[in-house]
Each structure stands twice: as C-alpha cells, then as structure tokens.
C-alpha cells in the first residue's frame, strides 16, 4: 500500500503560482501513473493532470490547459504540480492519486489529506 501526502497549497492573489508536493511512503510507485484532482464542496473531486511513470507523457485538463504542468521525480517518489496564473475558480482541496494512465481515473482506494489552494481576486 502506498501513503500519499500532499503539501505545498495556501493562499495566493489571482495571477500568482503555487507548487504543489505528493509524496509517497510505504512503497515506490516507480511503474504507476500519478495523478492530481481537486474538490470544492458539494462537487465530485475533478481530474487536474497526470503523468505516465516515464514522465514522458502527461496529460492536463481543458481548464488547466496552458497554466499547469505535471512533473515526478522517481528518485525521490514525489510527484509535482506547477500551477502558474492562477484564478479563483481553481480554488479547491487537491489532491494526489495513483491512477489508471488509460483513462486517468483514480485506482488508488483512498485520498490523502490534500493540499487547500485558496485564490484571491
């Protein structure tokens, strides 16, 4: 089983960056497809991006097309997202997960705690 801990959110006025942190414990995930989603209340969590564990592919939403961008280091099982001018509607709860890389849903059984991005206009 793997233990995914999310880091690196906070508050941030629209335009600015963030870079958010997965890091994994309890086992390697050097062959898994890595993923990140975010939730806002009452909403089911949204796929943000993922990464093949090549990192030669990778894959981003519409809605972050452009702005964000996926990357993992293997060495130190941590998996990143870039996330540059930022607005407030991607303001959410984000969260990491291992996922299927043919159709970036999540196969992980549960989420971590995950990271809370807060945009200001």
């Known amino acids: 089983q793997v233990w995914l801990v999310e880091s690196g959110g906070g508050l941030v006025q629209a335009g600015g960056s963030l870079r958010l942190s997965c890091a994994a414990s309890?086992?390697?995930?050097?062959?898994?497809?890595m993923g990140w989603f975010r939730q806002v209340p009452g909403k089911e969590p949204e796929f943000v991006a993922g990464?093949?564990?090549?990192?030669?592919?990778?894959y981003s939403a519409d809605s972050v097309k452009d702005r964000f961008s996926i990357s993992r280091d293997n060495a130190k099982n941590t998996v990143y997202l870039q996330m540059n001018s930022l607005k407030p509607e991607d303001t959410a709860v984000y969260y990491c997960?291992?996922?299927?890389?043919?159709?970036?849903?999540?196969?992980?059984?549960?989420w971590g705690q995950g990271t809370q991005v807060t945009v200001s206009s």
């Open positions: 997960a291992v996922v299927n890389p043919n159709n970036w849903q999540r196969t992980s059984a549960s």
């Open positions: 309890g086992r390697t995930f050097g062959r898994d497809a």
């Open positions: 990464i093949r564990w090549t990192g030669s592919s990778t």
